[in-house]
């Protein structure tokens, strides 16, 4: 019996690392892969950072064109649909069919790693800014020019993905035109503003009379006011959320910290310098946690958050943002390259 019970145990310990080693042999197994690579370029033809590209059925396969704008993406083998996008896609995506073979190099060339323009833009003009000339004449894409008016009727810009917002307005806004743009954001769009241009977000004082400080109710009474903190004068983003004083003193900060993961791999550094041309720049004075910031000066000068975004479509998977940057495009001295690149991602990426 003893005999029988040691035979039987030997059995048994043999027989379980049999079917340990099958199951070890199984999980180990290697897909076999080949690689995709090229440039990502605008409509206009300049190389573009931090695009993303990925197996459309199989997106963990994916990666990010570097600064110069080159990517090589190792997926499995076979034909396989590959999209090039940023941002969620609504707005600039390419998608091409890819054959990938066993250890193969496959190059893609401009023709298929183009960025495609594949929904609206529109944008407002200013006094101290033009984001348009980045949109149209850098990059290469379509945007609509419209009115402030324009944002009378929700109806006016429900076709348009995306809306930038110029520093330096021309014209007076109102609780109609707040509620608006909230719908149009609401409902999936984004906005971008620069500087000056928080008054779309925030208010501009005008129509506000002095009893009644809300965002409902319009009066001629109050005179158009510069401080957007206290007392509250508009907008459809509430004070507690964001609010801005225009007291930024013109000239460069060095040293400004690159936040976002995205733009580090954008510019290929953690650290930049920005030029503001004019003073009476607005900076921002609370924030809530909903942003997330981007940009940061934590130098001396110490003027904290430069540029943010907020999601602000809660059920919106694509669209729904709101970018603000304190900086413009257009400086006296020239906009700087890596300015002008994290700008052209700002408009790629709402």
Not at 261 to 275: D, F, N
Request: aromatic residues 10%; proline residues 3%; positive net charge.
């Amino acid at each position: 019996m003893k005999k029988f019970s040691i035979l039987f145990l030997v059995t048994i310990f043999v027989a379980s690392i049999s079917m340990f080693s099958c199951k070890k042999d199984e999980s180990t197994s290697v897909t076999k892969t080949g690689t995709i690579t090229g440039y990502v370029y605008s409509k206009k033809g300049g190389k573009l950072g931090a695009v993303k590209v990925f197996v459309q059925d199989n997106p963990i396969f994916s990666t990010l064109s570097n600064k110069d704008g080159y990517f090589a993406l190792r997926v499995p083998i076979g034909t396989h649909k590959i999209i090039i996008q940023t941002g969620s896609g609504h707005i600039f995506m390419t998608v091409v069919m890819v054959n990938v073979t066993e250890n193969g190099v496959t190059p893609l060339n401009k023709s298929q790693t183009t960025l495609n323009q594949v929904g609206s833009l529109a944008y407002i003009t200013g006094y101290y800014d033009k984001i348009q000339t980045i949109i149209i004449d850098s990059l290469g894409y379509s945007a609509t020019q419209i009115q402030i008016s324009t944002l009378d009727s929700f109806a006016n810009i429900s076709g348009y993905q995306a809306i930038f917002l110029n520093c330096g307005k021309s014209g007076a806004l109102d609780s109609l035109k707040y509620a608006n743009l909230s719908h149009f954001v609401g409902n999936c769009g984004s906005i971008y503003a620069s500087d000056w241009a928080v008054e779309y977000l925030t208010g501009d004082g005008n129509f506000k009379s002095s009893i009644n400080r809300t965002r409902a109710g319009n009066s001629p009474v109050m005179t158009k006011q510069t401080n957007t903190c206290n007392p509250l004068i508009g907008g459809f983003i509430n004070d507690t959320l964001l609010c801005t004083m225009k007291v930024g003193q013109g000239g460069y900060i060095d040293s400004v910290d690159i936040i976002s993961p995205a733009l580090q791999t954008l510019l290929g550094k953690t650290k930049m310098r920005i030029h503001y041309d004019l003073g009476a720049w607005e900076v921002i004075q609370q924030l809530g946690p909903q942003f997330t910031i981007l940009l940061q000066d934590n130098t001396p000068t110490n003027y904290g958050p430069l540029a943010v975004l907020l999601h602000y479509g809660g059920t919106c998977t694509q669209g729904g943002n709101i970018l603000y940057t304190t900086f413009h495009n257009e400086p006296q001295s020239g906009v700087s390259g890596d300015v002008q690149n994290i700008l052209q991602y700002f408009i790629l990426n709402l």
